[in-house]
């Protein structure tokens, strides 16, 4: 679907990526080679339960630095036919790109290049209102989200479930991948992706406040908006800072996904609109939606 080199796994499907691509931080010459069958059925799970109670921070925060560069490898083909690309060019016919506000769960940066390869400037902050600006909250933190240098911080992250307040750098989606590479490669310093644990909690262990300010925008989006569109999310009630804005909110709200999961959608919002079971599928209707 216009994405190299492959499209990004689901859930479950991450834990074999990992364990394939990085065999010494994740696969079977790593520590978690324990937890490997653990991590295929139920990888949020496993890391709330047997991992992150168990294992330093510092660790953990190693085996993200290659989690964060698998996601960075993502890249649009550039050639404008991706549905993310497409679903922009809508907005920005329309003229509504500046009176919305996108959220993403993905680590990845797909929608971002879409936006940054159509001259959009991306504001993580939402703090911004420009003709040639996009609004994008990264509500689980981001592959191109980074730390600065943690190397006289490093002491306060060798115990289980440390947390750590600092800046976070948003590096542009464009050549995410190499600019991680020089970064998390430096002998000299200490950088780390800022990015919440996979996990049940979806944690955050390196700025916490800083995601939680993220969180909050979220959260006076979704229930100050007139219309909330959500695409291909599964409903997990534990996620109350994803579940509890849609539950709360009076906007016309749509999914597009697993039939499966609307009941459980339903039960956040009983004015929840099926519309399609897939976003390719469903994108004319979408469209025809969103006034296009």
């Known amino acids: 679907m ?20 990085f065999p010494k931080e994740w696969g079977a010459e790593s520590r978690l080679r324990v937890y490997a069958d653990d991590f295929r059925r139920d990888f949020e799970k496993t890391m709330s339960e047997k991992v992150c109670g168990s294992q330093p921070t510092l660790d ?19 050639t404008g036919e991706d549905l993310y690309s497409r679903l922009l060019k809508c907005f920005q016919g329309t003229g509504k790109l500046a009176q919305t506000t996108f959220g993403s769960l993905n680590y990845e940066c797909l929608f971002e290049q879409a936006a940054y390869h159509l001259g959009c400037q991306v504001d993580y902050d939402c703090d911004q209102s420009t003709d040639d600006g996009i609004r994008v909250l990264k509500i689980h933190g981001s592959s191109n989200f980074v730390t600065q240098d943690l190397r006289d911080c490093r002491t306060q992250l060798t115990n289980p479930y440390s947390h750590l307040e600092c800046e976070i750098e948003c590096l542009t989606p464009a050549g995410v991948q190499e600019k991680l590479n020089s970064k998390f490669s430096n002998p000299n310093a200490y950088y780390y992706p800022v990015m919440s644990l996979y996990s049940s909690s979806k944690d955050s262990l390196l700025a916490p406040a800083g995601i939680q300010r993220i969180r909050n925008n979220w959260r006076e989006c979704v229930l100050g908006a007139v219309l909330v569109v ?63």
């Open 60 to 78: 953990i925060l190693e085996w993200h630095r290659k989690m964060a560069l698998y996601f960075s490898e993502f890249m649009l083909d550039g």
């Open 2 to 21: 216009h994405v190299h080199p492959a499209v990004p796994p689901l859930g479950r499907e991450l834990y074999n990526e990992l364990a394939a691509r």
């Open 230 to 292: 959500t695409v291909g999310v599964r409903p997990t009630k534990v996620d109350t800072h994803v579940w509890g804005p849609v539950l709360a909110t009076r906007a016309r709200c749509v999914y597009i996904g697993s039939k499966c999961d609307l009941e459980d959608w339903a039960e956040a919002n009983s004015k929840m609109e099926f519309l399609a079971a897939k976003f390719d599928t469903g994108f004319d209707r979408l469209q025809a939606l969103l006034g296009c």
